[in-house]
């Protein structure tokens, strides 16, 4: 039986972060690649820090964190989520827009919105906290071009 079908609850916890120079990895949370290699993604890894050890929360938390020049795919979903800048800098596109976000920003990505992140560094890690609901849809990949979606400036 697997944790997340186990009838015995979780326990409580701390999750230890260990900031260097390569990344924010946090203790005994592994690092993964966040999807197969692809030309509509690059150097993004995951951190699922709340959701995948048998909480049962309605809520996921992860950790992304895109390497220098990477980005995350262009895409839309019917759920909403919430993204927190935890190290240095980049760009959201929400829509036709682009925001310049760094530490502490705040993303709200609403429902259906096409979105995508940038890290706009050459040299320097960008990382977010992103929330999303437990149970959610698949995303589904957009290309510049359709349905009037402009490419990312």
């Keep these: ?4 079908e186990s009838s015995e609850p979780p326990t409580s916890r701390v999750l230890h972060l260990q900031p260097a120079a390569s990344g924010y990895h ?3 949370v592994p690092v993964v690649e966040y999807k197969a290699v692809a030309e509509h993604h690059c150097g993004v890894s995951r951190s699922v820090l709340v959701g995948a050890g048998g909480e049962r929360t309605a809520f996921h938390v992860r950790y992304f964190e895109i390497e220098p020049s990477g980005f995350s795919s262009l895409e839309r ?3 909403e989520h919430v993204v927190i ?3 240095g800098q980049g760009q959201v596109r929400l829509g036709d827009a682009v925001h310049a976000v760094g530490f502490g920003d705040t993303i709200y990505v609403a429902p259906n919105e096409v979105h995508q992140l940038r890290n706009s560094s050459t040299s320097e890690p960008f990382g977010f906290l992103c929330m999303v609901d437990a149970e959610r849809d698949r995303p589904v990949l957009v290309t510049p071009g359709e349905q009037g ?3 990312f400036r």
């Design 26 to 28: 946090w203790v005994g």
């Design 1 to 4: 039986m697997s944790t997340l």
């Design 77 to 79: 979903h019917q759920h």
């Design 85 to 87: 800048v935890l190290r």
């Design 149 to 151: 979606v402009s490419t």
